[in-house]
């Protein structure tokens, strides 16, 4: 059987580097390899910098595309539930309309089973996932709102008024 991969990677402060968009593409071939699957080339899906708080991403949307003209792999794999979507709603209709054309979705770090219990626990890790961007989202914004009350830009151009000021990164070593 031939599998498409589809992998997101929004980077964040201690992101861990196994979540890169090719480290996810190299764990979904392995996972495709254990279970004798090729990988299409031609149906490598990655997103880079991208929220999965939407499904308005380039990738997502040339894979959808790709799945309703009927040029597309009988199997879907991603690293886990969250790479598809971080909205719940988006993700259970996507994920339905996906497996209703009749492509399987398989996670290479969940296996939930094909019975309504394995349904069940994948919609929780929707919700789940939804909830930690939730969460995420207001600490990121009480963050910035701290750096714009001290008179510091949030990114970019600062405003005019506003001071920039180097920031010293203090990175954990490596522990193996």
């Known amino acids: 059987m031939k599998a498409a991969i589809y992998t997101r990677y929004s980077p964040g402060q201690d ?3 196994t979540s890169t968009t090719l480290n996810q593409v190299q764990m979904c071939r392995e996972h495709a390899q254990h279970n004798r699957w090729s990988v ?15 499904d308005e991403r380039p990738a997502f949307q040339k894979m959808i595309s790709d799945i ?46 094909d019975g ?19 969460k995420k989202s207001k600490e990121i914004f009480a963050h910035q709102r701290q750096n714009a009350l001290q008179g510091y830009s949030n990114g970019g151009r600062p405003a005019y008024g506003y001071q920039r000021r180097p920031i010293e990164l203090k990175l954990k070593p490596n522990i193996i």
Not at 40 to 54: K, M, P, T, V
Not at 83 to 110: C, D, S, T
Request: no cysteine; hydrophobic share 35%; glycine share 8%.
């Open 15 to 17: 992101r861990e580097k």
């Open 40 to 54: 299409s080339e031609d149906h490598i899906y990655a997103d880079e910098f991208i929220s999965g708080g939407s």
């Open 68 to 113: 309703d003209e009927g040029n597309f792999p009988d199997i879907l794999i991603t690293k886990d539930t969250s790479r598809l979507a971080r909205n719940e709603l988006q993700a259970g209709i996507h994920k339905e309309w996906i497996r209703r054309q009749g492509i399987q979705i398989r996670f290479v770090l969940q296996d939930f089973g």
């Open 116 to 134: 309504d219990e394995g349904w069940f626990t994948e919609r929780q890790m929707d919700l789940i996932a939804e909830l930690f961007r939730r």
